[in-house]
């Protein structure tokens, strides 16, 4: 089974600070997703990586597959980016395993 | 639609009583996926649609859970006699085609369940 460890576990940033989540699992995948939960539940795919690193705005998901590790940086951080960013990862199949989570609260 | 539908967004239920959750996948998505969150815990998989059949059932609890979909559209995830522990957030996914490589997952915003 695929251990999956967010870091950290949860992250008071100023606004315009730069934000770097960190997730590791243990187990080679050929998917790592990154989530954001806003308060009420609601969950969003922000990024799927299978290598290297994507951008979409001011979000930044890189992967090492080697490392077995991610990142996602946000830059620029705004109060509405406070959430809770979840990794989760699988292994050539529909399940997934999920990290707990890392909540961020960006203040004015 | 436009997203996935679930519903109800909220149910409070007597302990024993049977619950029923809906997921209205998004159009087109033949694989449909059920995730619990429970309180202080992370995501945790239940079951997976191809289409009306679900080849994993294995992140089922308890016999106590079962699911169906018709159609190969919606899903109903029942819950018989109800338990204080399976008070938690159910989440509905679908994506276009089954598997996780390739596939963006769209969540449904959840059916929060608490069990008085």
């Known amino acids: 089974k695929n251990e999956v460890e967010q870091s950290p576990q949860n992250l008071t940033a100023q606004e315009g600070e730069f934000i770097t989540i960190n997730c590791s699992y243990s187990?080679?995948?050929?998917?790592l997703h990154w989530l954001q939960q806003h308060p009420g539940g609601g969950i969003v795919s922000l990024f799927m990586l299978s290598s290297g690193k994507k951008k979409h705005g001011r979000l930044i998901a890189t992967i090492n597959i080697q490392e077995k590790h991610s990142s996602l940086h946000i830059t620029a951080s705004h109060p509405r980016d406070s959430a809770v960013y979840i990794c989760a990862v699988g292994l050539g199949s529909y399940q997934l395993t999920f990290g707990k989570g890392t909540k961020l609260s960006v203040i004015p | 639609g436009a997203g996935v539908s679930q519903s109800p967004s909220n149910k409070v239920t007597e302990k024993g009583k049977d619950v029923e959750l809906r997921c209205d996948p998004i159009s087109g998505h033949t694989a449909l996926y059920w995730y619990r969150q429970s309180l202080g815990q992370g995501l945790e998989f239940l079951i997976y649609f191809q289409g009306n059949s679900a080849p994993d059932k294995s992140g089922l609890p308890s016999d106590r859970f079962s699911a169906e979909r018709t159609g190969g559209s919606v899903s109903t995830l029942t819950i018989q006699r109800t338990q204080q522990e399976d008070s938690a957030v159910y989440l509905c996914?679908?994506?276009?085609?089954?598997?996780?490589?390739?596939?963006?997952?769209?969540f449904g915003e959840g059916s929060w369940l608490t069990v008085v």
């Open positions: 996914a679908s994506s276009l085609v089954a598997g996780v490589t390739g596939n963006t997952i769209y």
């Open positions: 187990v080679g995948i050929s998917a």
